[in-house]
């Protein structure tokens, strides 16, 4: 195997103890900053090159949000690395029972292109965090943000520890023939059922971070104006090629007429009358995606845009109305700057129709009633949920962010990522002495010894708990 070597020899650094003191971590963090802060327009340039994405976006997307992992982590790491003490019964009380947070080892990250700076070094943060050694797998897609990560992040990482493979499909089967003690994988679910097949033979643990179709329902009751420009934002961010953006809206037939005027009005005040000339709309990563993208817009009818230039791999910024739950943008995660509309006759159907589809990495609901949000969210299952607003509960480190279900396995962000990286080691230390504290559990067995074992050992309930 190609890569057996390399894997060797990162394993040697491991089992060395290299990566495990706290200042080693610190340094290897603040070297991850230097390269964010070096290569700052570099990494502008070429997420530009690769789908036309906007200085904007990419600044605050690829830079500033790693930043604040980055920080995050620093900020907080010699907590997270502490041991844990926990609760003990009566014959432990004068023994040390704790949680000891390991490193897993020699950890592979396979990274997708939609966000590839972002959605490789937020892994490799906590990854480095918890203490392991760590192969970088950039997508192949990406081809220059994945040409700048090969030859400039080797110049900031300990290179006996951290190591980045480049390659497509043929490259990445290899690597995962390879012996890892933990996966991280971000990209789509057919893929991700290939790397966990893989894993599944060296029992090897992973994350899957997926995707899926993310519902959207707008209720009758609710600021259509606002609705419209946080629903365009969320969809049109990066030319919608988010796994978190909205990817359908459900609404009633009124609703529909009522938001077509406010998306239309909202995409226009965005990018202008013509989004082909705005500097701020990007385009498609690839031909293949262009096409398979063009070919959805047969579903429904076109309300608004539906402008294609394969040139270009230019989408307009498109609605598309009175779209069948059989139609084909449908049957697939769009990926792209298309939102359908599918009406629906009231909430309850929404929420009906959200259930019986496989759950999804994030789910959005908009009203002015409070109430009707926390419905939704009471009666669905979803990765991530945010009321009134779209693609926001990603940008807080508090929060756990992964799917479930189709679309993921596995959560992170912040400590999140610290944690999964880190084997939680239960520990439990003892006197050598006090031998007469264990006498009961000793054969031979009588009623005495039972009743002893009884009461120092059994968890009594306590009253009754209220959830406010």
Known sequence: ?????????????????????????????EALGRFLEDKKQEILEATELDMGKPSFEAFFSEILLCKNELNVTLNNLCHWMKDEHVDKNLVMQLDS????????????IIAPWNYPIHLFLVPLIGAIAAGNCAIIKPSEISKN??????????????????????GGVPETTRLLENKFDYIFFTGIPPVGRIVMTA????????????????????????????VARRVAWGRFFNAGQTCIAPDYLLCTIEMQEKLMPALREAITEFFGPNPRESPDFGRIVNDKHFRRLRALLGSGRVAIGGQTDEAERYIAPTVLADVLPSDPAMQEEIFGPIL????????DEAIDFINARPRPLALYAFSCDSKIVNQVLERTSSGGFCGNDTLMH???TSLPFGGIGNSGLGKYHGKFTFDTFSHHRGCLHRSMGLETLNTPRYPPYTQQKLGLLTTTFEVKRRGTCTLL
């Not at 195997?1 to 990566?19: E, I, Q």
Request: a neutral charge; glycine letters at 4%.
């Open 1 to 29: 195997n190609p890569y057996a070597g390399l894997v060797s020899h990162l394993r040697a650094s491991w089992l060395s103890g290299k990566t495990r003191p706290m200042e080693y971590r610190v340094a290897q963090l």
């Open 97 to 108: 029972a704790f949680i000891r947070k390991d490193p897993y080892g020699v950890v592979l």
């Open 145 to 166: 943000t994945e040409r700048l990560i090969a030859e400039t992040l080797s110049c900031y990482l300990d290179n006996d520890c951290f190591a980045v493979v480049t």
């Open 199 to 226: 894993a599944a033979k060296h029992l090897t643990p992973v994350t899957l971070e997926l995707g899926g179709k993310n519902p959207c329902y707008v209720s009758d009751t609710c600021d259509v104006t606002n």
């Open 340 to 347: 359908p509309i599918v009406v629906i006759a009231n909430m």
């Open 394 to 396: 990603v940008s807080l």
